[in-house]
């Protein structure tokens, strides 16, 4: 199956996988888990992020569906 990942901020250019690209489709096995797609882009250990898919915050353990997109955008504050 086929989603969609999108990388906000700086977090495209600490990827590998996503080489500076803000957003890319990526093929994942049946049953994956989110969590499993963000440890497989090799962020650097401290990079602080929020994760969403389909626009909603879910749970580590959401297992990713067909045409999902999942966005990690980070943390920021208003002031």
Known sequence: MEIEIKLWGNIAYHSEEAKGKFSFKKSVEEGKTVQKVVEELQL??????IISVNGRAIEAEYILKDGDEVALFSPFSGG
């Open 44 to 49: 650097p250990k401290g990079l602080n992020y």
